[in-house]
Structures are given as C-alpha cells and as structure tokens.
C-alpha cells in the first residue's frame, strides 16, 4: 500500500513569492491533515478535512495561508505572500476515520524562505 | 493552552540498554496516545498507539498509559544504535463528534552508543 505522497520535497523561494504544496493521502483515508514542523518542536495542525470539508481550520493564517481539497482526494495548501518566518517543513498527514485514529504522515517539504 | 510534555533531552544509552522516554499531558478528555519516531531530516513515522490504561507491547516496544496520573511512556528494550532519533509523544483531546485534536510535544532525543 501506498503511503502519503508529498510534492515538492523541497523548496527555496524569495519572500513574497507565493508556493504551493500538494498531497495525496493513503488510498481510502478521509480525512487529511496539513501540519507545520519547526526545528526542534513537534508538529503543528495548520487544517483538517473530513473529504472535502475543512472542519478545523482554526489555526491556519487565513491572511496569507489557504487551502483546497477539492475532490475530497489530495490537497494543496499555498502561501501567498511567504514571509521569512515561513520557512519550516510541512507536513500532510491522513487516518482512516473521524474521531482521531491513527495519523500517517507523508515525507513532508522543507520550505526556505529568503 | 492544552499542552504535552516530555522529559528533556537528550537521553543517551548504551546499546543493549532499557531506554525510557516519558510523557505528561494536561487535558484529562484525552482518548488516544501515540509515539512517533522521528529521525533527523524525516517525517515522523507512527510506532505504538495505545488507548487504555496499562501496558501495549510490540517488539522491543512497551507503551504504559495511566490515565489517572496522565502518563504516558515508551520503553524501548535493548536498545540498538538504529533506535537513534527523536520520540514524539502524541496525545489526541477529543470532546465529541468531530472535535479532537492531535497535540504533539516537542520530541526527546534519543541516542544509542554502540
């Protein structure tokens, strides 16, 4: 089986450039994830989808962050404008059901904002 | 702020070794209780899941949860220098329907020596 596939796996833009990050979860898993990791701390949950809804998206900045999962399949979230303090990894993650089941995460993509 | 706390690293042992990482968290609703293994430039790959009290094993693997004392640990028994990398408590918070959350802490760094 498949696991979470992640594109690109890195990136180095200028800031106020915008990015744009895919994923694909595993085959049959609902809900998605989007997390953001710094150096040294652990995840953090940027939004989450049950299919195509957005039904936690309380901690993405609305401002310059947004986020798509169209066809309740993969999702992209961009950035637009990046600013400095954007550069970490993101990470997509997806589970099999509601209620929180266990998480599998993809590779991720180190963004490098300068 | 609900929060998740693991004991401060690094944590070194020799190979051969009983390493114990350890996990505290605030919110007394949490369901389910999940260590990462996370090596340096990876994402963080799922290795126990535990949701009652008492002890899951899985190899070298023990997870013990006492939900009483909100805790929750990982013991790794002779412990291989492959074991080497950062252990993320994670605790899910979940108050029903589809409100629950995926805390993580900030990691604990393990090293084996050979």
């Known amino acids: 089986e498949a696991g979470v596939v992640q594109s690109p796996r890195y990136k180095i833009i200028e800031k106020k450039q915008p990015v744009a990050f895919w994923c694909n979860p595993i085959s049959g898993h609902n809900t998605l994830y989007w997390y953001l990791q710094n150096l040294g701390q652990g995840p953090e949950l940027l939004i989450r989808?049950?299919?195509?809804?957005?039904?936690?998206d309380s901690q993405l900045p609305k401002d310059r962050f947004s986020a798509e999962r169209l066809k309740g399949v993969d999702s992209t979230l961009k950035i637009q404008p990046a600013e400095l303090g954007d550069s970490a990894v993101y990470l997509c993650a997806s589970s099999t059901r509601q209620g929180g089941g266990e998480q599998f995460f993809g590779p991720g993509t180190r963004l490098t904002v300068l | 702020q609900k929060e998740v706390e693991q004991n401060s690293g690094p944590l070194s042992v020799p190979e051969g070794a009983i390493a114990s990482l350890n996990c505290t968290y605030s919110d007394r609703g949490s369901q389910s209780f999940f260590w990462y293994r996370q090596y340096s430039g990876k994402s963080p790959e799922l290795i126990m899941s535990i949701y009652s009290n008492g002890d899951k094993e899985d190899g070298r693997f023990t997870a013990q949860l006492n939900k009483a004392s909100q805790y929750v640990s990982l013991l790794i028994r002779d412990s291989q220098p492959s074991d080497s990398a950062t252990y993320l408590c994670a605790v899910n918070e979940w108050s029903g329907g589809s409100n629950y959350k995926l805390t993580f802490g900030k990691g604990t760094l393990l090293t084996v020596n050979p």
């Open positions: 989808y049950e299919n195509e809804e957005a039904v936690d």
